[in-house]
Structure formats: structure tokens, C-alpha cells
């Protein structure tokens, strides 16, 4: 089996404490610079505090999204993590989205659905040390 493996990785500079930022167009990107035609792509960042999620690119519903994230953890809330660090929920969020995702390569492109769209999803922002990486695996 010829396994080629790929590996870019993207710096992020993030503004605010939350934010939802968009990257399908940069893995698009690496996927076409990979010319990798069949095989997968995996998104990763390698942080506590911020995921990799999959979801539509519409205001509405990344504004439900972080609304939602915040009635499941309040910040408020007791947390021994906070004796050391003052950012339990941005863990306990990024726990629920999870810090990669695996999208399958078909014939040079990503199989995305219509409405799907490949997001950095900061937790404890502002910071500007965050990357995400992007591995593209030939089949
Ligand atoms: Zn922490």
C-alpha cells in the first residue's frame, strides 16, 4: 500500500472568548495541494479549550450553537479546575465538541454534504497561539 500522508497545520488568531470560525475553504486548500484522490482528511487542533466541529455555516444557527453550550455549562458554576485556571467551561465545551474530525476524500475533494461546513471552535479566546492541523491520508 502506498500510504502518503500530508500534514499542514494553520495558524488561528482569535479575537473574542467564543468564536465559530470557518475553515472548509483552507482544507479544501491543503486537500487540493495534498493531490491526494482518494483517501481521508483529518482536521485536528491540539488544545484544551477549542474543538473541531462539522455543522452549516448560518448565523442563526452558530449563535443557537454557542447558546446552547452555554445552558449546558454554566460559567458560574463551582469548578475545581478554576482554582488553578479560571476556564472549566471552556474545557467541559470543547469536551462536547470534540478536537478533530474525519471527512472522506472522493476524487480529489472533500465529501462534505451541502451544508456542511468544517469549523475552529475557540472556547477560551482571545489567544494567538492556536493552529489547526490538516492530514491528508492517500488510500
Ligand atoms: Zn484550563
Known amino acids: 500500500m502506498d500510504l502518503k500522508i500530508n500534514q499542514q497545520t494553520k495558524p488561528m488568531d482569535i479575537k473574542s472568548r467564543v468564536e465559530l470560525i470557518d475553515i472548509t475553504s483552507y482544507v479544501e ?3 487540493e495541494n495534498s493531490r491526494v484522490r482518494e483517501g481521508v482528511c483529518i482536521i485536528t487542533t491540539p488544545h484544551t479549550c477549542a474543538g473541531i466541529i462539522i455543522n452549516e455555516n448560518e448565523p442563526g444557527i452558530l449563535l443557537d450553537i454557542v447558546n446552547f453550550l452555554d445552558k449546558l455549562v454554566h460559567s458560574g458554576e ?3 479546575h478554576n482554582k488553578i485556571d479560571n476556564n472549566a467551561d471552556a474545557h467541559l465545551k470543547t469536551l ?3 478536537s478533530s ?3 472522506p476524500v ?3 475533494k472533500l465529501e462534505l454534504g451541502a451544508w456542511q461546513s468544517i469549523f ?3 472556547m477560551d479566546g482571545p489567544r494567538d497561539e492556536r493552529r489547526v492541523n490538516v492530514i491528508v491520508i492517500k488510500k
Open 29 to 31: 486548500k491543503e486537500v
Open 78 to 80: 463551582v469548578y475545581e
Open 96 to 98: 462536547l465538541l470534540g
Open 101 to 103: 474530525e474525519v471527512i
Open 106 to 108: 472522493v476524487e480529489g
Open 120 to 122: 475552529f471552535a475557540e
